[in-house]
Structure formats: C-alpha cells, structure tokens
C-alpha cells in the first residue's frame, strides 16, 4: 500500500486517480486500473484480481499506452503468483494480448524472470521477487519520464529557440500511458510549465478518438492552451505554418530506428519532412526493440472492422445506452481496413528522445549507444531489455 500512494504522488498531477496501482484488499491483492474507455464522460476504476480479467483491459484499451502496458504485464505476473494461479500460463496470455507494443512483453518477462530466479525459496519467495520486480518496474518509469521531459524540453530549446512552441500530438502519450507524466504529452507539459507552450495541437486521433478524448482530458487539467483537430486536417496546420514541431510516443522502435506509433503518425511525419518541421518521437530505451532488426519485420496489430464502419464512443451516452453501442456508418457488409498503427523510418524521424539522452540524426549505431548507456543492460530475454 505503501508503493500506491508513493507512485500517486510521483505521477501527474492532471490525474485525480493514478493510471494503475497495486492495491492489497483483505480478500486478496488486486490491480486497479483508471478505466481509459470511460474517459473523458466518467473517471472510473476498474478492479482486476485475476490475469484474465487484465488481459481484457488491455485488449479492450481500458489500460493502455507503452510504458503503462509494460507496468501492467508485470504486475499481471505477480498478481498471478501471489494469488497463486499458473503463472507460466499467465505469463503467455499477458505478452500476447497487444503484439505490437514492445513493453508489454517487457514488463511480463522482467516479472517472470524474478519469479523463475527464486525457484529455491518457494512460492511465497517466487510471488514476492515478482511483485518487487513490478514495482522496480513502476518505479523505473515514473523516473524515465521525468527524465524524458527534461531531454525533450531541451532539445526543443535547440530546435526552437525562443519559445512560443506550437506542438502537434498524435494519440495520447501522458500520464495515462505512464507511471510518471508520460512519454511525448511529457514533453508539452515541460513546455507549458516553463511558459514556453503556445499551441498544444491535438489530433482526435481515428478511430478511437485517444487524442479527443484523453489527450484533450490531460491538456485542460493541466491548463495547457490546446485544440482539437480532425486527423486530416493537419496538413492545413502545416500548410499554413501553424505547426513548430511534432511530438508522438512509440510502441515499438526496431533497431534502424523505425517507430512503430497509432496509425496516422506516419502521414504526419511525411507532412513535417515536407514542410521542414521537426518530427520528435519520445519513448524509453524499453520501447527500443534491438532484436528487431527495421520496421518492416514489426508486427502490427489489426483492430476489428467495425470500429471504423461504426461511429461508437466506448462509454455509455446515457440511462439505457450500452457502452460501445454504434452507429451503423458504412453499408452493412463494408470491408474495412484498420490497423491499430503504422511505422515510421527512421529517416523522417528529427530525433527519439530517451531517459538516457537523445538520438539525433536517428542511426542504428546512435540508437544501440543510447540504449547501451541507459540504466538497462545489455543483456536481452525475448525482445525487451533486463534491467541491472
């Protein structure tokens, strides 16, 4: 209990709930979640005392986000061990529930690989070395995104000297994807805080709307000066010189420098290429994935059709209208395509900014040295980094 308040504390204060908790209830430990499909409409939290019930939420992006996937893994893990279940098989279910988000499976094998270790002292050692490599993991984050703001604030000092940024955001990279304040939305709230934010841009970011409904959410508990704009009509932005940078978070970064990210960051970055405008992708060196070698081999998620064939919000609209309910939008029958993101390459990436320093021109030498210097080691289980 003591870790709850500790990382409340340490998170944004945007948030009134914390993104994700351990919580010790007298009929057994449990995961709280701040339920994401509810938000903006309601600030609900969502109780999860089995694996299961864990990899619904993240699969239905009640909890989502990179860094807040990996956090979620390995408490997955050790909520399995202390409640006692398999946790092998919870380990399985966890790392497969969103294939393209790199810390996800990162979180689940730091987790797993602290459980395995104590073999030697049973059960009840097993469960505990889980659930004190969760909370190293929770508390790795909160300080890599302080770390990240700090980076980022700077780099955009060099880049836009002067101040009055105009920033453009793509999803939602904050205090709901992170322990901490978050990855890219991280970035803007530095900016903000030293008077340097003039604009927060804000795609609502289809089909899901994250940038509408949770960027939007961050930006007006902050104070931050923000707009909400269709995806489309950010080449208007550009076009009329509105746009000094770009700012995004990654779910995957493969070894070439590639940045798997929502889909629509890509069409940003050729849009900020064009118009000679800095593209910033912000992440921890755990969303960097060495072992995959460029973007090409990144797998990448596909949502179900109905989320573009049907207008939907994920919450109820009100007394008797069941959360998720659409509006039929295409001719019933209508293919869709969706992908849950696209990949970026690295040549039209300005620079990744990392808890570690910042990567700039994006290189595969420069990307492996900052991630070689970061507090994780080199050393590799599957595709995420192990810590020290």
Not at 71 to 92: H, T
Not at 103 to 123: C, I, K
Not at 200 to 222: F, N
Not at 268 to 287: D, I, Q, W
């Amino acid at each position: 209990m003591g870790d709850q308040y500790e990382v409340s504390e340490a998170g944004a204060s945007a948030l009134t709930i914390p993104s994700l908790r351990w919580e010790e209830l007298p009929e057994g430990p449990v995961v709280v979640l701040l339920d994401q499909t509810r938000l903006p409409a309601e600030e609900v939290e969502r109780v999860c005392t089995d694996v299961p019930a864990l990899v619904e939420a993240i699969r239905t992006l009640a909890v989502r986000g990179a860094p807040l996937l990996g956090i979620a893994g390995a408490y997955g893990v050790a909520l399995a061990a202390v409640r006692g279940f398999d946790v092998e098989e919870a380990v399985e279910a966890l790392a497969q529930a969103r294939p393209t988000a790199v810390n996800l499976g990162y979180g689940v094998r730091r987790a797993a690989a602290a459980y395995r270790a104590a073999a030697a002292g049973g059960a009840d050692a097993q469960a505990a070395a889980a659930l004190a490599e969760a909370r190293a993991v929770h508390a790795e984050d909160i300080e890599a995104s302080a770390r990240m703001a700090e980076h980022g604030l700077a780099l955009l000092g060099e880049l836009l000297p002067g101040g009055g940024h105009r920033i453009l955001t793509h999803c939602n990279a904050g205090a709901l994807v992170s322990g901490g304040e978050g990855t890219a939305l991280a970035v803007a709230l530095a900016a903000h805080r030293a008077g340097e934010l003039r604009r927060l841009w804000v795609d609502e970011t289809r089909p899901l709307l994250q940038g509408a409904r949770l960027t939007a959410y961050e930006a007006a508990r902050t104070g931050m000066a923000y707009t909400v704009l269709p995806d489309g009509a950010a080449g208007s932005l550009f076009a009329g010189g509105e746009v000094d940078a770009v700012l995004i978070g990654a779910d995957r970064i493969a070894a070439d420098g590639s940045v798997a990210n929502k889909i629509g960051s890509y069409p940003l970055a050729v849009l900020a290429r064009y118009h000679h405008v800095p593209f910033v992708v912000v992440a921890p060196t755990s969303t960097v994935d060495l072992e995959t070698e460029e973007g090409a081999d990144i797998e990448v998620e596909q949502r179900p059709g109905q989320e573009v064939t049907e207008f939907s919000l994920p919450y109820a609209q009100g007394p008797g209208v069941e959360a998720g309910a659409g509006i039929q939008v295409a001719p019933l029958g209508a293919q869709a395509y969706n992908p849950a993101f696209d990949v970026t390459p690295a040549d039209l990436v300005t620079a990744i900014v990392t808890e570690a320093g910042v990567v700039s021109p994006v290189t595969r030498n420069g990307l492996a040295e900052v991630c070689s210097t970061s507090r994780w080691s080199k050393s590799r289980s599957g595709n995420g980094m192990m810590a020290e």
